[in-house]
């Protein structure tokens, strides 16, 4: 039984393990029943199965668990450290393991094979099953011992030196034998499913202590500044503020360049850069000191990461017949997005086949044979959805893995919800606050057109990966994936604010460091007149396939309304005419009702100090980026600034002449206030779209989805006149509420413009053009007395 202090954390929501710990000491019987289910005298039944296998599983926690102290290995004591009682006796262990067995045979048709109880008839099996103990490290750390360094993280020569060294021991170890057998098999089985068996995150735990593998990466964020975290080769990130702070788990050769000031790196793709052992790489992260003294013509790109960092991309650092050569591609499936049991199918983030570009290799789903795409990494599938039993065929080799089309539907036990003591919502103080509190139901009038594929794929892909939270940065790599090759893509931000507005996840910041984080929200319902159920919240393919077989059952039907542009989302409702076949499926369905909430009024930021922050970038009111920066005094603009401690989140501090300064802990609240503060016009409506009329002013989240309610129609980026914006679909009703809190002008759509100009113009007879104000094609026609002609 693998129970990691990570999953505890996971579990119950928290950061900090020792809070784990106390919640699932609450969650054990109370203390006389432990007692009882201890020495035996209270016999484990059917309805008591929930309460004893917390027992069991705390009881393999604890030989696990990190926190363990050192050269801590009786379990009696172990047991009475965290109780704070011995048992006497602990006869009826063996008793709870056997109902366990027979429990899940009778119930789930699930064979749960139980080790002998020797050596210690009491207590034997139970620490024979958890994993990873002291045994099983101590066994690893011999096999570490015998292994040469380069070799530690090679699953191959790990197995072969596990086998030939008698590493594995099924009498002394069953556990690690079992979990060795898992890994082995996934390991052959080809790609990278192996690192995520309990055995290699065991392997993994036991080799890092000695040596460390962890990278220095670079990411790019919202507006154009970069995050910087600590990656382990497990995939697993670690925000960080500097990169001073991961010199103590990288390898010595980047420890020793961070600490010069001059870092290679290597491109990951999509912004992103990894930090390199070797320096056979024209990419540096490099200290501003050691910057000055390159020359201009050295340099082709340089990008600030930071008041002190920047990551430069140098002319000619290396000599060509120094650069690294490619080595050769071990043939296995890797990467892809896991969905239960098989990997999502939509190409842009189906798993890739490593393997050497020759033409040996064939690849065939569900028996039939497909041409994959070569690119430089491997071979991908080719544009469109896959499913099934794919294989990957060379010589007498075969890799199979399954892929499934669309993401599976998460229940709410699974999903990490927000929480106001861990999140601040990027909409801070305006978060669950509407304009007006009356709620009317008037669809918006303009063109409405279907969704893009590529924004299909992508909430497939964000939505099978947020259901216990996504690092903001992974997010935006995701849908970088999906925009890729796409021609005329909308900023990637831009496509997951659409998301946010739409109601399918939450943009917040942890409470306890600088990091950003997407957290899913939870399907609601909400009847909004007398035969419309209007559906919020995440809403991809499965999710859908369910509302409308339940809306069948019910005698109602499911309705998918599109958004004013091919980057916003559908609406989705469920209509039916009959009052009882809306209680039915409300009945059915079992969604609650949309978060409560209250009228929105103008709000101001803290007027506190900032005491223990400094300055790390201010904000380019033309262009809409924080640019780094180091200086501590600050004038007038609108400043991010770091805690020195780096332990706080980031706060933005807004100053304005002759006014008092306010401080803000989410960007586009600042960012909105900052503006406004200024009395600039942060708005502009044409009569039929709500556009920012300031740099990245946009509308807290909760406000556009109060008017995607009232209008049923999604915001979203769309392309005018050459240049993406980022429009609201709203009608005359909701200006006015809207004014109230932000300052709006309105266009005068009445006065001709260089459209109707064209089209009028006898020379542009049977000739189109594009009109943005009325979102339509309009054709030139001279001879027909009128101004212009609908297309």
């Known amino acids: 039984m693998y129970v990691a202090d990570e999953d505890l954390l996971e579990i119950f929501g928290v950061d900090d393990i020792a809070e784990a710990r106390r919640r699932f000491i609450r969650l054990l019987p109370p203390k006389s029943n432990l007692k009882d289910f201890l020495t035996g005298d209270l016999p484990p039944t059917r309805a008591r199965v929930a309460s004893y296998l917390r027992l069991l599983m705390f009881l393999c926690w604890m030989q696990t668990t990190k926190t363990r102290m050192e050269g801590d290995r009786q379990f009696h004591e172990m047991f009475e450290h965290h109780l704070d009682f011995r048992p006497w006796s602990m006869n009826g262990l063996n008793g709870l393991w056997e109902h366990l067995r027979d429990h899940l045979r009778q119930t789930y048709d699930i064979d749960l094979d139980l080790p002998d109880i020797t050596p210690y008839v009491q207590i034997g099996r139970t620490l024979r099953i958890a994993f990873p103990t002291w045994r099983d490290k101590h066994a690893l750390i011999k096999v570490r011992e015998l292994m040469a360094p380069s070799a530690l993280l090679d699953p191959l020569a790990v197995a072969s030196k596990l086998r030939t060294s008698g590493g594995v021991d099924g009498e002394r170890n069953p556990s690690l034998k079992y979990n060795f057998e898992i890994f082995d098999s996934s390991r052959k089985r080809g790609g990278d499913e192996y690192i995520e068996t309990a055995f290699w995150q065991a392997w993994y735990s036991v080799v890092s202590e000695n040596t460390p593998f962890d990278t220095l990466e670079v990411a790019p964020g919202e507006f154009g500044e970069y995050e910087l975290f600590r990656a382990t080769p497990l995939g697993e990130k670690t925000p960080v503020r500097v990169p001073e702070q991961v010199t103590d788990f990288v390898p010595n050769a980047v420890a020793k360049a961070i600490r010069n000031g001059e870092v290679p790196m290597e491109d990951a793709g999509f912004g992103r850069a990894r930090s390199l052992i070797a320096a056979e790489t024209n990419l540096f992260l490099v200290r501003r000191d050691k910057l000055d003294r390159v020359k201009l013509d050295e340099l082709v790109q340089s990008r600030p990461v930071d008041a002190r960092w920047t990551l430069v991309l140098f002319r000619n650092r290396v000599r060509p017949e120094l650069l690294r050569k490619t080595t050769a591609r071990e043939f296995g499936w890797r990467g892809g997005i896991r969905v239960g049991g098989a990997m999502l199918g ?406 001709p413009t260089w459209v109707d100009s064209f089209t009028a113009s006898a020379s542009n007879k049977g000739r189109f053009v594009y009109d943005p104000q009325a979102q339509k094609i309009r054709s030139g026609n001279s001879l027909s007395g009128k101004r212009y002609q609908w297309q």
Request: proline share 6%.
């Open 346 to 751: 939509r190409a842009p983030y189906a798993p890739i086949l490593g393997s050497p570009l020759d033409g040996q290799t064939r690849v065939t789903v569900n028996g039939s044979r497909i041409d994959m795409v070569a690119a430089e990494d491997g071979l991908r599938f080719p544009p469109g959805d896959h499913a099934g039993q794919v294989v990957g065929l060379r010589g007498n080799e075969a890799r199979n893995v399954r892929l499934a089309a669309h993401a599976v539907e998460f229940g709410e036990a699974r999903r990490l919800s927000y929480d106001p003591a861990r999140d601040v919502s990027e909409d801070q103080f305006y978060q669950n606050t509407v304009p007006a509190s009356v709620a009317s139901f008037i669809p918006w009038s303009g063109e409405r057109v279907a969704p893009s594929g590529h924004l299909v794929d992508i909430g497939e892909a964000l939505y099978a990966k947020t259901a216990r939270g996504l690092s903001f940065i992974d997010a935006l790599e995701i849908i970088r994936r999906g925009l890729d090759g796409v021609a005329d893509a909308p900023r990637d931000w831009d496509v997951l604010r659409s998301f946010t507005d739409a109601g399918w996840f939450d943009l917040t910041l942890l409470r306890r460091f600088p990091a950003r984080r997407v957290l899913q929200r939870r399907l609601s319902a909400e009847a909004k007149n007398g035969e419309t159920i209007l559906i919020t919240g995440p809403a991809p393919i499965a999710v859908l396939e369910r509302l409308e077989e339940t809306a069948k059952a019910s005698g109602a039907r499911l309705e998918s309304v599109h958004g004013g542009s091919m980057w916003s989302l559908p609406r989705h409702l469920v209509r039916s005419p009959h009052r009882a076949a809306q209680l039915e499926f409300m009945q059915r369905v079992k969604l609650s009702a949309p978060d409560p909430t209250v009228q929105a009024k103008v709000s101001h930021g803290d007027a506190g100090g900032v005491h223990g922050y400094r300055v790390n970038a201010r904000f380019d009111e033309d262009r809409g980026f924080f640019r780094p920066q180091e200086d501590q005094a600050m004038t007038e603009g609108l400043y991010r600034l770091e805690h020195i401690e780096g332990k706080s989140p980031i706060l933005y501090r807004s100053m304005v002449a002759k006014r008092h300064a306010e401080n803000f802990e989410a960007s586009s609240i600042a960012i909105l206030s900052h503006h406004a503060r200024h009395g600039r016009q942060l708005f502009s409506y044409d009569g039929r779209l709500l556009r920012g009329a300031a740099a990245r002013a946009a509308l807290p989240a909760s406000w556009a989805r109060w008017a995607s309610d009232r209008n049923i129609c999604n915001a979203g980026p769309q392309l005018l006149m050459g240049k993406w914006e980022y429009l609201y679909p709203i009608s005359e009703a909701e200006v006015g509420p809207l004014s109230a809190l932000v300052s709006i002008v309105r266009k005068d759509t009445s006065a």
